[in-house]
Nanobody, 115 residues
Framework: QVQLVESGGGLVQAGGSLRLSCVAS????????MGWYRQAPGKQRELVAG???????NYADSVKGRFTISRDNAKNTAYLQMNSLKPEDTAVYSC?????????WGQGTQVTVSS
């Protein structure tokens, strides 16, 4: 089993920054790809950014140039640096982790961007 815990969310003004963390714990050999997703009220969950174990990344078009995903394999942790935040970035942000053929999810952390 793998447990994921996100942190770092909060309330920020437009133009501000936040850094989210996702820490994995439990019994596993290694984590492969990890990703950050978000879900705004009334909308479907969408991929924000993903990162492979080797460090290759991909981003949603809406966050390119503003968000940066990274990870520390030794700490089983993924990060999402969010800069130049916009009100439309308001959502619950969740991380996931791929271990063997399973995908695990965290509970999420709320990010609210005020205008």
């Amino acid at each position: 089993q793998v447990q994921l815990v996100e942190s770092g969310g909060g309330l920020v003004q437009a133009g501000g920054s936040l850094r989210l963390s996702c820490v994995a714990s439990g019994t596993f050999f290694r984590i492969n790809a990890m990703g950050w997703y978000r879900q705004a009220p009334g909308k479907q969950r969408e991929l924000v950014a993903g990162i492979t174990r080797a460090g290759s990344t991909n981003y949603a078009d809406s966050v390119k140039g503003r968000f940066t995903i990274s990870r520390d394999n030794a700490k089983n942790t993924a990060y999402l640096q969010m800069n130049s935040l916009k009100p439309e970035d308001t959502a619950v942000y969740s991380c996931n982790a791929n271990v063997l053929t399973n995908v695990y999810w965290g509970q999420g952390t709320q990010v609210t961007v005020s205008s």
